[in-house]
């Protein structure tokens, strides 16, 4: 039985190391992709009473959401 488990041991070891060759190889390819920087939504002016709560879509689509 004993050769059965160095065995295992020895397929987990080589897996391991290629999971590791991935992952490394994966790693020095990646900085070369440039991320897009995501839209900024234009900031809404403040209101000139206060407050700031406005009733925007997502805010619409929650309430939807909670509808029983």
Not at 1 to 10: F, I, Q, V, Y
Not at 36 to 59: C, F, I, T
């Amino acid at each position: 039985m004993s050769s059965k488990t160095s065995a295992l041991s020895r397929r987990s070891l080589f897996s391991g190391a290629a999971t590791v060759g991935a992952v490394a190889a994966a790693t020095a390819v990646l900085p070369g992709v440039v991320k897009q920087a995501a839209p900024v939504a234009a900031a809404l002016p403040k209101p000139a009473r206060g407050g700031g709560y406005s009733l925007s879509e997502h805010v619409q689509q929650y309430y939807q959401t909670t509808r029983v």
